[in-house]
């Protein structure tokens, strides 16, 4: 089975802190996302990345910044965070884009 | 721009009932459609898909129809059980790009 796994289960940052959210997957899928949920508005693209070195802005991009210097790894960026960044962040991989296979989440509170 | 809705926030039902969760979408270039589960704590999990030249699939206890005239999606769940109470996604893409979700439909599932 492929496996996404999420660094950590928990957060809990500052405001103006700057946070890494790391995401690595086993099966040299070529597609990774990131995504937020909030109760109401449902799964949204933040980031996504077709490749190594390429990434493309989602629907929610701003105040959030990615990297993918290997295959294995999507880490998802707060340059500066803020109290409204306080979510469930959730990253996904997939070898097409039907199918998305999901990490376990990171719950992110803003304080 | 919500382009796929789940107009209901949650929904209730009985064991052994059947579950019937709706979703709607907008653009109608959509061509596959995905339904995914989530537990609290866990990431979305893939359950059943539909592609666009269908108009129904069925995978045991779940099937989704499709309504391309109406532009509508529905999950069906025959009989319920407990273990189905979970928030469900419905998702959509155009030719295999990037999935676009709905807001979630919280299933509760009473014994």
């Known amino acids: 089975d492929v496996k996404v796994t999420q660094s950590s289960r928990y957060l809990v940052k500052r405001t103006g802190e700057k946070v890494f959210l790391e995401c690595v997957q086993d099966m040299d899928h070529e597609n990774m996302f990131w995504y937020r949920q909030d109760p109401g508005l449902g799964l949204r693209l933040i980031y996504f990345s077709y490749d190594v070195k390429m990434k493309e802005k989602g629907d929610i991009p701003e105040g959030y910044s990615v990297s993918r210097e290997k295959k294995e790894r999507f880490s998802l960026i707060l340059e500066s965070a803020s109290t409204n960044q306080t979510s469930m962040y959730l990253c996904?991989?997939?070898?097409?884009?039907?199918?998305?296979?999901f990490g376990s989440g990171t719950r992110l509170t803003v304080v | 721009d919500q382009q796929v809705k789940q107009n209901s926030p949650s929904l209730s039902v009985q064991e052994g009932r059947i579950s019937i969760l709706n979703c709607d979408y907008t653009n109608s270039m959509f061509d596959y459609f995905l339904w995914y589960k989530k537990y609290p704590a866990e990431g979305p999990t893939f359950l059943i898909s539909i592609s666009s030249i269908k108009d129904k699939n069925e995978d045991g206890r779940f099937t989704v129809f499709l309504n391309k005239s109406a532009k509508h999606l529905s999950l069906h769940i025959v009989p319920s059980q407990p273990g189905d109470s979970a928030v469900y996604f419905c998702?959509?893409?155009?030719?295999?790009?990037?999935?676009?979700f709905g807001e979630g439909t919280q299933l509760t599932v009473n014994p």
């Open positions: 996904a991989s997939s070898y097409r884009t039907y199918g998305y296979t």
């Open positions: 998702a959509a893409s155009v030719g295999g790009s990037r999935l676009t």
